[in-house]
C-alpha cells in the first residue's frame, strides 16, 4: 500500500500575529506546528504548499536547535581530530574570530544575514599590533571558506537543513615581488643568534614555510619535517605536507653549512622559547621576524623570504623549468607556481624595445 499522504493546513490563532501551518506526526500520531511567517493568508497558503511537498517528499528538517557551543565541540571531536595540526589551528582560528565578531548563540543562526555581520565585522576589526583597521580581503575570503567547510560539515551531518548562501569577497590578484638581497642581508644582520639567523635561512635559500621550518627536526620522522643530511635534504613526510603525500627539498649549500653549525640541545631543530618558557608559538615567530625586519628597516617576513626563493629561482630558470620551481614550492596548482615569472618575464621589455 502507498504512504499515507502529510496534509498540512493553515490555523490561526488569537494571541499569535502570524499564521500557523500544522500536520499530523504519521509516526506518533500528535499535531506539529509551524510558523508559516507572516499574518497574511495568500503567503501563508504557498508556505503550506511548500512545507506539505516538503514532508511528502522527505526534504523537511526541522530547524536546528543545536546550542553553537556543541556543535562547536562535535565539530572539533569529529571532524578537526582527523586534520593536520596547522589545518586545526587554522580552523579554531577561524571560528574564535567568528564567535568574537558573531556571538552565535545556536547553530541555527547562521544565516546570510548573519554571514553579512561576519563580513562586516571583519572589515571593521581593529589590529592592535599593527594599529590597521580591518583583516586583509585573502584573509577574510579564508576564514568565509574555512567557516563554510564547518556549516557544510553540519549540513551533511543533518544537524541543520541546508547550507545559506556566502557572501564574497574580491581579493587584488598580487603577483609574487622580488626580495633584493640587501633587504635580506639587513634583516639576517639583526638576527640575535645563529639559530633566528638559520631560521630565516630555511625560507631565503630553502622555500620552507614558517609552519615547516618552525616543526624542522633532527631526526627522521613520520610526523614533522627533518634534516636528511646524507641525502642533502629536508624531508617532508605525508602526514605532514600540504599535499598530503611525501616530499623533500634539496639543501642548498649556504643553507646545509648553517643547519650543521647549530648546536643540538633537543629534538627540535629551533627550540624557541617563549618568556613564560614554554615552546614559541607561530604567531611568536611571526612577530619575532617582523620586529627584526622593523629594526632592519625593511619590509619583510617569512612569507616574503619564501616568495622571494621562488622568485630567484623563477629567474634563473625560466619558464621551460616550470617543473622544478613547482616541485620547490609544492604549490597547489601549476597556475600558482606560473604566477612567480610574471615579474621576470622580458616579453613586455622586448615588446617596447622593438617598437618603432
Not at 5 to 32: C, H
Not at 58 to 63: G, K, P, S, T
Not at 253 to 263: I, S, T
Not at 311 to 338: D, Y
Request: proline share 6%.
Amino acid at each position: 500500500m502507498p504512504e499515507k499522504r502529510i496534509v498540512v493546513w493553515v490555523q490561526r490563532f488569537p494571541d499569535r500575529a502570524n499564521l500557523m501551518l500544522q500536520w499530523l506526526d504519521p509516526e506518533t500520531g500528535r499535531r506539529r506546528s509551524q510558523s508559516a511567517k507572516t499574518a497574511n493568508e495568500k503567503q501563508a497558503e504557498d508556505a503550506r504548499t511548500d512545507l506539505e511537498s516538503d514532508l511528502n517528499n522527505n526534504r523537511y528538517q526541522e530547524q536546528s536547535k543545536l546550542d553553537w557551543e556543541r556543535f562547536r565541540e562535535l565539530f572539533e571531536d569529529e571532524y578537526l581530530s582527523g586534520v593536520r595540526p596547522r589545518t586545526r589551528e587554522k580552523y579554531n582560528c577561524i571560528l574564535d574570530v567568528f564567535e568574537q565578531i558573531v556571538q552565535p548563540a545556536k547553530l541555527r543562526a547562521v544565516t546570510e544575514r548573519t554571514l553579512s555581520r561576519f563580513v562586516k565585522g571583519m572589515r571593521e576589526r581593529k589590529q592592535p599590533r599593527n594599529k590597521k583597521v580591518g583583516l586583509a580581503p585573502h584573509t577574510m575570503r579564508n576564514y568565509l571558506i574555512g567557516l563554510k567547510t564547518a556549516i557544510a560539515w553540519a549540513a551533511d551531518q543533518k544537524l541543520i537543513p541546508s547550507v545559506p548562501t556566502f557572501p564574497t569577497v574580491k581579493v587584488p590578484k598580487k603577483k609574487p615581488q622580488p626580495v633584493p638581497a640587501e633587504s635580506v642581508e639587513k634583516l639576517l644582520d639583526k638576527a640575535p643568534d645563529a639559530l633566528w639567523r638559520t631560521f630565516m635561512l630555511c625560507g631565503w635559500w630553502g622555500g620552507l614555510r614558517l609552519s615547516e621550518a618552525r616543526h624542522l627536526q633532527w631526526e627522521p620522522s613520520e610526523d614533522l619535517p627533518w634534516i636528511d643530511f646524507e641525502g642533502n635534504r629536508i624531508v617532508l613526510p605525508a602526514v605532514f605536507a600540504k599535499s598530503a603525500e611525501d616530499q623533500w627539498i634539496p639543501l642548498h649549500p649556504v643553507l646545509r653549512q648553517a643547519l650543521a653549525a647549530l648546536p643540538r640541545t633537543g629534538a627540535d631543530v629551533f627550540p624557541f622559547k617563549s618568556r613564560f618558557g614554554g615552546s614559541l608559538s607561530r604567531v611568536g615567530i611571526t612577530n619575532k621576524v617582523k620586529d627584526l625586519a622593523k629594526r632592519a628597516g625593511v619590509k619583510l617576513s617569512m612569507h616574503k623570504l619564501r616568495k622571494g626563493f621562488g622568485c630567484r629561482v623563477a629567474k634563473q630558470h625560466g619558464k621551460g623549468n616550470a617543473p622544478i620551481l613547482h616541485e620547490l614550492m609544492r604549490h597547489s596548482s601549476m597556475q600558482i607556481t606560473m604566477d612567480y615569472y610574471a615579474t621576470v618575464s622580458d616579453a613586455l621589455q622586448d615588446a617596447i624595445g622593438q617598437l618603432t
